[in-house]
């Protein structure tokens, strides 16, 4: 089983820019999809981005296209999130996630089988 632990959060004003990292033990991450999730207070946890190493494919909720990467290193093993011209509606504990591969890459939430225990993103106005 993987073990996930993102790191990178922080405080940012609006228009900045932070880098999320996903750091995988226990496992070898390109045998999975990896997703970001993020869940804002009062707010169900909602896809932000996932990729499918083997075959060079990502994947955004629109609101993030344009600006925020997903990307993989695998001599790291780990899963980073780039996040620029970042807004306050950005703010939320961002998660990242691993899904054993499916036939699709998963989308949401219900399809990923671990996670790391979250980081914050606070964006001011």
């Known amino acids: 089983q993987v073990q996930l632990v993102e790191s990178g959060g922080g405080l940012v004003q609006a228009g900045g820019s932070l880098r999320l990292s996903c750091a995988a033990s226990?496992?070898?991450?390109?045998?999975?999809?990896m997703g970001w999730f993020r869940q804002a207070p009062g707010k169900e946890r909602e896809f932000v981005a996932a990729?499918?190493?083997?075959?060079?494919?990502?994947y955004y909720r629109n609101s993030v296209k344009g600006r925020f990467t997903i990307s993989g290193d695998n001599a790291k093993n780990t899963v980073y999130l780039q996040m620029n011209s970042l807004k306050p509606e950005d703010t939320a504990v961002y998660y990242c996630?691993?899904?054993?591969?499916?036939?699709?890459?998963?989308?949401?939430?219900?399809?990923?089988?671990?996670w790391g225990q979250g980081t914050q993103v606070t964006v001011s106005s």
């Open positions: 996630a691993a899904s054993m591969l499916r036939v699709k890459v998963p989308l949401t939430s219900y399809e990923y089988d671990v």
């Open positions: 226990g496992r070898t991450l390109s045998s999975y999809d």
């Open positions: 990729i499918r190493w083997s075959a060079g494919r990502t």
